[in-house]
């Protein structure tokens, strides 16, 4: 790598570990940790500020379908970025460039890394063009990396350098010492959220269809809305009282699969159903923190996988407070991804695409939680935590004893 492209950039909290990245190869293993997970199919931009490099906004985007997009992207992303960081307080001194995707049959990675070489460029000219340089492009595909700003076949040949081992690292020792963790790659997390397929699938399309006859004139019809709310949260109660009462064995997949389970086809369809209804939606909302937490995320990604065939796009609620959830418990990389997904299922959804954009802007969730506490007690001034009290304990029917009791959801 030349010393004229050579970006010296620090990551790290202001109170915590710090490390020092100084090429190519240090940058392609410090992706993973820097947004949580490894990228597949992905654009990934990072803002880069001042004389030390510290590196600031990042934005992720998929990769375009083909070359027509790639110069409408190219300027989206560039805007998106550098602006996005002028409103969080500081205009970017430069930007590293991530472009991965591993290779589809019978591609090899260079060809993967010849073929995305123009869209790069784009980028950097897009970038250019907003007077903010592009320090270092990478392309990441088959483990192996290489870099479009170098063109030193000494430190970068043409076939590629190979990626580090997994936790072999500086990067990776600094990350462990720091907490923070890698979950996986966006392609297993989106498939942990992705419709099921099979006999589950075609056992739950009846009775998806069942419920939206059933439901939806009673969620429309203003006579019989408050009855049908009701009992969509008393269902979803119930459920994450099953769910807590009987945890996975393992995290991941299999867990998931054990949540599938524990979830019969009518009740799934009828809290999909019920779900619609955007007032429920947003009480429910309010389990998203403390025990509750836990159990509703279980809920809203096992109902997510739930819907299948034409309603798809009934996704975006169990998807938006799984978002909302992930992100409200400090797993910001992982609510990104399934924020995301929950605009894919509906482009219009607009609780999703608020929590988006909040999410990505590094916006501190505590005031919404601050709202949904206050609305809750609003609501259920003297609900009392009566499931989580010893028998024979009796609560004081003072209104500072109300006060400490209100909202436990159960």
């Known amino acids: 790598m030349t010393k004229n492209h050579e970006p010296s950039a620090s990551t790290g909290s202001y109170d915590g570990p710090r490390i020092t990245l100084r090429s190519p190869a240090e940058l392609a293993d410090a992706l993973p940790y820097m947004i949580g997970f490894h990228p597949t199919d992905s654009l990934v931009m990072v803002a880069v500020h001042g004389e030390g490099g510290r590196f600031g906004g990042r934005l992720r985007v998929g990769l375009p379908a083909g070359p027509a997009e790639w110069d409408d992207t190219a300027r989206q992303v560039a805007d998106c970025l550098v602006h996005g960081s002028e409103r969080r307080g500081g205009r970017p001194d430069g930007i590293v460039l991530f472009l991965c995707q591993d290779p589809p049959d019978g591609e090899s990675p260079q060809r993967v890394m010849t073929r995305l070489r123009p869209f790069a460029q784009r980028i950097r000219l897009a970038c250019g063009a907003l007077d903010v340089p592009v320090l270092e492009a990478l392309c990441i595909s088959g483990g192996r990396y290489w870099s479009y700003c170098c063109p030193d076949p000494r430190c970068c040949p043409a076939e590629g350098n190979p990626l580090a081992v997994p936790g072999t690292s500086v990067m990776a020792a600094a990350a462990t010492y720091a907490g923070l963790r890698v979950r996986g790659s966006l392609k297993e997390i989106e498939g942990r959220l992705a419709p099921l397929r099979g006999q589950v699938a075609e056992e739950q399309l009846p009775a998806l269809d069942r419920a939206a006859a059933a439901l939806m004139p009673k969620i429309l019809d203003a006579a019989t809305r408050k009855e049908t709310g009701e009992e969509t949260l008393a269902l979803a109660r119930t459920l994450m009282r099953r769910l807590t009462l009987a945890p996975p064995a393992e995290p991941g997949p299999a867990g998931d699969d054990w949540d599938d389970a524990l979830l019969g086809h009518d009740e799934a369809a009828a809290l999909i159903l019920g779900l619609q209804d955007r007032e429920i939606r947003d009480i429910a ?84 939680r601050q709202c949904l506490r206050e609305e809750r007690r609003r609501r259920e001034p003297r609900r009392k935590r009566v499931a989580a009290r010893p028998p024979g304990r009796r609560t004081r029917g003072t209104r500072r004893g109300v006060r400490r009791t209100a909202g436990s959801g159960q």
């Open 285 to 368: 909302a309010e389990w998203m923190e403390d025990e509750e937490a836990a159990p509703a995320l279980r809920l809203w990604r096992a109902l997510a996988r739930r819907c299948v065939g034409p309603f798809a796009e009934h996704a975006a609620a169990p998807l938006t407070l799984a978002g909302w959830v992930s992100w409200s418990t400090g797993d910001e990389p992982t609510a990104r991804v399934v924020l995301a997904l929950a605009l894919q299922a509906d482009g219009e959804y607009r609780f999703a695409q608020l929590l988006h954009r909040a999410c990505n802007e590094g916006i501190d969730p505590e005031g919404l």
